[in-house]
């Protein structure tokens, strides 16, 4: 590991949005398809090397809502490498205390699918190691519909009183806050941009954009992110404890009134 990073100061949940895949294999001459089966190989790497650091929680942004739309031999070759890595990763993953999980709206995957991931997400639940979730047609916006939805059902029914309604309760009836909110999230591919991902939970996530293409991405441009994560201030809204602002004294309301209007 060339790159430093304190091993004391890990984010607890790592976010991938694993961008560039297509264009990985378009500037190879091949088909889209081709640049997916090389980056399957990235996530296997990138899922190691997070549990040897200690994460707690790794989601990855493995097929969008949006991503129907793609040419059906597209998502077809999607679909077929999502069950062979359930399938070939399923021992290490027990072995290594992974449990795994998954977000979105799963039941739009296709029945060869759900055959081994169902069976999986059960057989690894109690497992403590880290949880790998991914994010299968999954959206931000999409999930927060369907949370409203079910917040509002729960009113409907007398369940739940409107007034209840706050972040907390959002936050227990989102799937994806299951693995608490996103410390540090990275997207691949050059693209600045977090296309309808975890909406809620990385609301004060900090971003990482690596110009490297999902297939380039190697274990150590992980350490590189979790390194540039170090290095921030995280504030959530707040003075920075080390700012001049936070040492001095509260001003006094004439102090106030001079700033405002100076």
Same mark, same amino acid.
């Given at each position: ?19 560039? !895949? ?7 001459? *091949? #088909?889209?398809?081709? @640049?997916?089966? &090389?980056?399957?190989? +990235?996530? =296997? ?80 639940? !109690? ?7 991914? *994010? #299968?047609?999954?959206? @931000?916006?999409? &999930?927060?519909?369907? +949370?409203? =939805? ?101 001003? +006094? ?10």
């Amino acid at each position: 590991m060339s790159t430093l990073i304190d091993l004391r100061r890990i984010p607890a949940h790592v976010a991938i949005i694993m961008d560039g !895949n297509g264009r990985w294999a378009q500037h190879r001459g *091949a #088909l889209r398809p081709t @640049g997916h089966r &090389e980056g399957s190989q +990235t996530v =296997r790497q990138i899922v190691r090397a997070s549990r040897r650091l200690g994460l707690r929680a790794l989601t990855l942004y493995a097929f969008s809502e949006q991503n129907w739309q793609r040419p059906s031999f597209e998502v077809d070759a999607l679909m077929e490498l999502l069950r062979e890595f359930l399938v070939t990763e399923r021992e290490e993953i027990l072995e290594n205390g992974i449990r795994l999980t998954s977000i979105g709206r799963t039941e739009r995957l296709p029945s060869r699918v759900l055959e081994v991931l169902r069976p999986l997400e059960a057989e690894s639940a !109690n497992n403590t190691g880290m949880t790998l979730c991914l *994010a #299968l047609s999954y959206g @931000g916006r999409e &999930e927060l519909a369907d +949370t409203m =939805r079910a917040l509002a059902a729960q009113v409907a029914r007398g369940e739940l009183a409107p007034s209840s309604v706050d972040e907390s309760s959002i936050d227990h009836a989102m799937p994806s806050m299951a693995q608490g909110t996103v410390d540090l999230l990275i997207r691949t591919g050059g693209e600045q941009r977090i296309s309808n991902f975890l909406l809620w939970n990385a609301a004060y996530a900090e971003l990482v954009f690596s110009e490297r293409l999902w297939p380039e991405f190697e274990v150590e441009d992980l350490y590189d992110a979790i390194a540039e994560y170090q290095g921030r201030d995280r504030r959530f809204g707040k003075v920075s404890a080390l700012s001049p602002d936070a040492l001095a004294p509260d001003p +006094t309301p004439s102090e106030l009134a001079t700033a405002v209007h100076a």
